[in-house]
């Protein structure tokens, strides 16, 4: 692991480098593999339905420059109610 990807560990997608991470109230599901490995995304406000749908997240950190990284559950696994995290997203791909 280089030292970027030791920034990003723990870190909620899409918030500022200075933002203090998780919060105690929301509810997250971790990024698994990937350019945004060790991510943390806000899933707080999604229906259920949303979540199994995964996630296409921008990032300049993929495969191409301005495109997204594909997020997706796996099938069958647990979820957790409540906050914290409740899920995992796996990586499965990129897209332009």
Do not use: K
């Not at 991470?21 to 945004?36: D, E, F, M, N, R």
Request: glycine letters at 16%.
């Amino acid at each position: 692991m280089n030292g970027d990807e030791q920034l990003l560990r723990g870190r909620v997608y899409g918030c500022d480098h200075d933002d203090p991470g998780p919060l105690p109230h929301q509810t997250y599901a971790a990024l698994i593999g990937g350019p945004l490995d060790g991510l943390l995304l806000d899933i707080t406000s999604w229906r259920p339905e949303e979540v199994d749908g995964g996630a296409a997240l921008p990032t300049e950190l993929g495969r191409f420059s301005g495109g997204r990284s594909l997020y997706d559950p796996c099938p069958g696994e647990p979820r957790t109610p409540g906050p914290g995290v409740s899920c995992r997203f796996y990586y499965s791909g990129d897209t332009p």
